[in-house]
């Protein structure tokens, strides 16, 4: 059996109350998990420097979140496809968090002069909207939501993701090219 029938056997025995079942799940994919933060990060922040957060924090509060009460996961699929979301949320705190912090914090600074100048000011388009969008997509279709997680986030090749999604390669590259036009234009009107 492999490695991959061998997570879902795992994810099963945790469904039926096995309590270790899930930590040997965690310490099978801990690796990819901190592999997923550490390009999410880069993509989002532009590299790791000067970053107060290291990527195998972001495992550890992404377990954290799914430890207290694990969803009953189908398969490998539906864990990292839940554990990417579980994991975009994190670093979307933590963008929100840092920003508050450079900006001062609880603390709100208005003066009469920057009033105008804020109301000329397009919003950025940052990480909390690709995560809206993603979710947005998700909503609208759940597998090329999917493909778009596993080819951004995880650097999986077209063919391993079709494999992954028990979907032909043409369908993969056919919700592939549709997910990037669509978040293109999500993305340029948010």
Request: glycine share 8%.
């Amino acid at each position: 059996m492999g490695e991959r029938g061998e997570i879902t056997r795992l994810f099963e025995s945790a469904a039926r109350g096995d309590d270790t079942a899930f930590e040997q799940v965690v310490e099978r994919v801990f690796g990819e998990l901190e592999k997923l933060a550490r390009r999410q990060m880069r993509d989002r922040f532009g590299g790791l420097e000067g970053l107060t957060l290291e990527p195998k924090a972001i495992v550890n509060e992404t377990l954290m979140k799914l430890l207290p009460r694990p969803p009953r996961f189908v398969n490998r699929r539906h864990f990292f496809a839940f554990a990417s979301k579980v994991m975009r949320r994190v670093l979307s705190d933590y963008q929100r968090a840092r920003g508050r912090a450079r900006r001062g914090g609880a603390v709100l600074r208005v003066t009469l002069s920057d009033l105008g100048a804020a109301a000329s000011t397009p919003p950025e388009t940052g990480a909390v909207q690709v995560g809206e969008v993603l979710d947005h997509l998700e909503e609208l279709d759940s597998r090329k939501c999917e493909v778009v997680q596993l080819k951004v986030f995880w650097g999986l090749e077209m063919t391993e993701i079709a494999e992954t999604l028990e979907v032909s390669l043409s369908t993969v590259e056919r919700d592939w090219r549709f997910s990037r036009a669509w978040l293109a234009r999500e993305l340029a009107l948010a």
